[in-house]
Structure formats: C-alpha cells, structure tokens
C-alpha cells in the first residue's frame, strides 16, 4: 500500500478572549487559557519506521470455536506475561488464562475456567490484576451460575507460579438479574471488582434500571470485605473502569449516568466501601446513549483523569483527587466514533489520549495541570476506518505506544492490528507495524501494554482459519531488536 501518512503538530499556549470549539484550538472551559495548534506539513513513513512483532503465538480454545484475549498485565521484571480472554461454545462461555514466557512466548501454563450453568447465555473476562508481590493474578469476569439464567460478578484467583485456583468469589445485585463485571484492580492485601448489577425491572424482557456495583475480597482467602451498589440520582449507573490511587488510599470507579448522559465518577474508602465523593461531568453532548469512558489517575495522587464520549463528541475532565472538584474540562466537537482512551504519564504533568477522529487515530499529550494541548498527531492507515483501541505509556514516560484496528485496501470489513510507537516528549512516530494482511481475514486488538525495558506487547483476537477467531500475543521489542518490515507484504 501506499507510504502510511502522519501528521504531528507542535502546539503552543496563547490567551483567547472567548472558548473556542474546533480542535485546531481545544476549548479549556474551567480556565482562560486555551491551546492552539499550528499545523507541520505531513510527512510518509519511511520503511525504517516499519517492523514486524519480535515472536506472534495464537492460542486455540478447547471448543475450538471463538477465542478472544481481553487484557493482558506483566510481572513486575517483565519476564512473564499473562493474558486471559474468553472461549465461546456452542454450550456456554468459559475462560482461558495463560501465562507466557516474555523472552520466546512460550507457554508456561494454561488455566481453564469452565463455567457453572448446563447452559447459558454471553459472559466474558473484564480484566486482570497482579498481586503487588506477583504471586497471585485475580481474573474479573462475568460467568452464569448453575441456573444458567442470569450472569453473576466472578473473581477468579490463580497461583502465578503454575496456574493453579486458589479461590473464586462471585456477587449478584439486589434483584435476580444480568450482573457483569467490568474491570479489578489489587491494592496491598486486597482485591477490588467492579461492576454492574440489575436494580429493578418494569417487567419481565422489558426495562431493566442498572447501578454500579463494588466489591472487596482478601486477596489471600477471597472472603469478601465489602460490597457496595452505587445509586446515584440517575434512573442508571453504568461503571466501566477502575484505577487506584498510587498510594492505595482511594479507589476510583468511572461509569456513566441514563438517561442524564453525565460522565459519573465515584470515589471510594478503600477500607469500608464508603464513598468520598461522587462527581458529574454535565453537557456530555447529544441524545444518544453515553458509551464507555476510562479514568486515570495521575502519578502524584493529584488529579483523576476522566473521559466519555456521546454522539460525536467527546469530553475529558479532570479532578481534584481529594474533592472532586473539576480542575479543567476540555471537548472535542468534531467526528469521533468511540471514547478517548487514557495513559498518565510517570511525570505526573502529562495526561495521553488517542481516539478516533474522522476515521483516523488522533493522539495527543494534554497537559495535566491546564488541559492545554502539548502535541498532537494524526495516523490515517491503508484502507478506511482506523479506530484506536488501547494506550499504553512506558514506565519511564519516554514512549507512548497505541494499538487499534485499520481497515485494509483489500477487504473493507477485515481490520488489521496498527499499532504505533511515539516519542512521548515530542509525538515524533517511532515504529509502526500493522499485523495482518493474508494470515487472516480479520483482527481486533484489546490491549497493549509497555515493560519497563522498551518492550510492548498486544493482545487480541484474530480470525486464522476463515471460521473461528484465536488468542493472539505479540511482542514488539525496541525498533534495533525487531526485524524490518517490507512494505510490499503489507
């Protein structure tokens, strides 16, 4: 295909009499200053700039029907990674958990998560979680209980060193209803799920009101601490991702609110479930219904980072830590299909976001103290659409890496895997790799992470025989360890 086109602008901050709404000058609406962007000429990718993954292993179910990875986390010396997803049948939907060697991609072991019900309806795995000391990985998920009718919210324990369960817990709202999880963080000795549970319903198959739901288990024993259902004024409280405070002081549940179309964001007392503040993000735009947003939580403990998007548009707030009081907000008006994704930086002072915009990744640094733009680019692949999925910030803070799927010129609905590396000071693209092409008719990224090493590694699904979709790892070490790419097999 044709040379990839990027475009990276370098920003700089001047006063404006009034806000402005476009996302040459991104409106910071909690303060005078706002950003303007000046636009740099664009610039082809070079073949040195294309790599290809340091080793790519698939793992096939035992159905061997639709295997999917959801989210992979590393150990803390980045020798082992371990990935977990779902594995459709045409009875029900269990789990698989692998833990890979980073060097080689070899496996280590295998966990298999069969579920309880004789047969059921959709469930899957939310996200991962590492003990702090790496002995113990927790697996949020929502799984069918016995009676097959309705899903509950499962946390699943594994013994890092072979696998082996060490515990499960699983939580039902207030009513018999579809209960998910959503996402798991690990603080000290505990263990913290959230979700959302089933409040009440008009009637049966008809309208069902949603809260969020969270839960705290001894990390060691699974005996729970806590449980706590958020009802916030909203006749629904979506929660879609939780993060901790560095420090392990608080834990911050990010949802949205129905039909209110607010972002909503909880913070609770890691120790008693009680909640600290709750704080609302009005003027989400639009009458559509407000799709997921994430959070993140700055290095320093200071500030909480919140994003959402409805309709078209986006929003980004961020926090007081301690209060809940916006500090700054900034929205973006024009094309963007799906929520910004979020990465704080280790400096503290900068905040990353990628999302799609006019059907191209946008990515840009924000400064986390103004909301001000730092630098922005733009990544417009070989076919269509190109939608980013995940953000990842190495732990020193120099790369950024982002991942998501692009369409290809020769089959519009047959996304590949793009996934990119940037200079995190400046935007400047590192390294691209677009996986795909004749391997397989499709692909979907979920997650990419960072090592502390240089190292990135991507988890997905990928459909390899024309019928049923696999897990897929790849690695991607830095550009002087990877083998160049050739344009043309692309």
């Known amino acids: 295909h044709p040379p990839v086109s990027y ?29 303007a962007c000046q636009p740099s000429p664009d610039a082809a990718v070079t073949a040195q700039r294309d790599v290809r993954p340091a080793w790519v292993v698939t793992y096939d179910g035992p159905k061997h029907k639709n295997d999917g990875a959801a989210d992979i986390v590393l150990s803390p010396d980045g020798a082992t990674a371990f990935v977990s997803g779902t594995n459709h049948s045409n009875r029900c939907v269990d789990f698989s958990t692998i833990a890979y060697d980073t060097t080689d991609g070899s496996k280590h072991w295998v966990a298999l998560y069969e579920s309880l019900a004789r047969w059921c309806g959709s469930g899957g795995v939310a996200g991962l979680a590492l003990s702090p000391d790496a002995g113990t990985l927790f697996v949020a998920a929502s799984s069918y209980g016995r009676s097959g009718e309705d899903s ?27 209960d998910d999880a959503v996402d798991v963080v690990a603080v000290g000795d505990a263990v913290y799920v959230t979700g959302n549970v089933t409040t009440r319903c008009v009637a049966r198959f008809d309208t069902c009101y949603v809260a969020i739901a969270t839960a705290a288990y001894d990390a060691t024993t699974g005996n729970r601490e806590w449980f706590v259902v958020h009802r916030g004024d909203a006749a629904s409280s979506f929660g879609t991702e939780m993060v901790a405070a560095p420090n392990g002081g608080v834990i911050y549940v990010a949802g949205v609110s129905v039909p209110s179309h607010e972002l909503e964001t909880v913070a609770y007392d890691p120790a008693t479930g009680v909640e600290r503040w709750t704080a609302h993000s009005s003027h989400i735009y639009g009458s559509s219904f407000p799709r997921h947003s994430q959070i993140d939580v700055s290095r320093d403990g200071a500030w909480v980072f919140v994003s959402g998007t409805t309709g078209d548009r986006y929003r980004l707030v961020a926090y007081a830590s301690d209060t809940g009081a916006e500090v700054w907000t900034t929205a973006n008006r024009l094309n963007i299909g799906d929520v910004a994704r979020l990465a704080a930086s280790p400096s503290a002072d900068v905040l990353f976001f990628t999302a799609e915009n006019r059907r191209d990744y946008l990515t840009a640094a924000i400064d986390a103290r103004t909301g001000g733009t730092l630098w922005r680019s733009r990544y417009d692949g070989a076919g269509y659409d190109d939608i980013p999925q995940s953000i990842a910030v190495s732990d020193d803070g120099s790369r950024l890496y982002v991942t998501g799927e692009s369409g290809r010129r020769d089959c519009e609905y047959c996304p590949s895997f793009a996934t990119l590396a940037f200079d995190a000071a400046d935007g400047e693209v590192l390294w691209t790799d ?23 590694y991507l988890v997905g699904s990928v459909e390899t025989d024309e019928t049923w979709d696999d897990f897929v790892t790849l690695k991607y070490g830095t550009p002087d360890a990877m083998m160049r790419r ?3 097999t692309k």
């Not at 082996?164 to 579809?178: C, D, F, N, T, V």
């Not at 677009?434 to 990135?456: C, K, L, Q, T, W």
């Open 7 to 35: 475009r990276s602008h370098g920003c700089s901050n001047r006063p404006m009499s009034r806000p402005r709404t476009t996302w040459g000058a991104l409106s910071v609406t909690a303060m005078t200053l706002v950003t």
């Open 152 to 178: 509950d919210i499962t946390t699943i324990a594994y013994d890092t060193a072979d696998g082996s369960k060490l515990w499960e817990a699983r939580e039902e709202g207030p009513i018999s209803g579809q």
């Open 434 to 456: 677009r996986y795909g092409g004749e391997a397989f008719m499709y692909g979907y990224p979920a997650r990419i992470v960072a090592s502390g090493d240089g190292d990135s």
């Open 486 to 488: 050739d344009p043309s």
